[in-house]
């Protein structure tokens, strides 16, 4: 059985940083394409970081370009999302997924709360 776990979300100021981790079990953790996606209340699911399975090729949006960045520990089987220059905008519950490619994902996490406000 897949699990995706959580954690490292919070309240935190305009211009803070934070880093989020996502602790997988069930699968050969280096063989899949992992994602961090994010979604606002009112707002369509977004996908704001993705990771191919080799590690090799990254991915972002506009909105997180320069500001957020996705990587992995393969002997801890954690992915992690590194937060920086956080916007109120950038509050939302984020997620981890994991799938065949960047753009396929089968399991995801519960969530964990990111709010950015001052």
């Known amino acids: 059985q897949v699990q995706l776990v959580e954690s490292g979300g919070g309240l935190v100021q305009p211009g803070d940083s934070l880093r989020l981790s996502c602790v997988a079990s069930?699968?050969?953790?280096?063989?899949?394409?992992m994602g961090w996606f994010r979604q606002a209340p009112g707002k369509e699911q977004e996908l704001v970081a993705a990771?191919?399975?080799?590690?090799?090729?990254?991915y972002y949006p506009d909105s997180v370009k320069g500001r957020f960045t996705i990587s992995r520990d393969i002997a801890k089987t954690t992915l992690y999302l590194q937060m920086d220059s956080l916007k109120p905008s950038d509050t939302a519950v984020y997620y981890c997924?994991?799938?065949?490619?960047?753009?396929?994902?089968?399991?995801w996490g519960q969530g964990t709360q990111v709010t950015v406000s001052s």
């Open positions: 990771l191919n399975w080799d590690g090799g090729h990254t």
């Open positions: 997924a994991t799938g065949a490619s960047t753009e396929s994902y089968d399991y």
């Open positions: 069930g699968r050969t953790f280096e063989n899949y394409a």
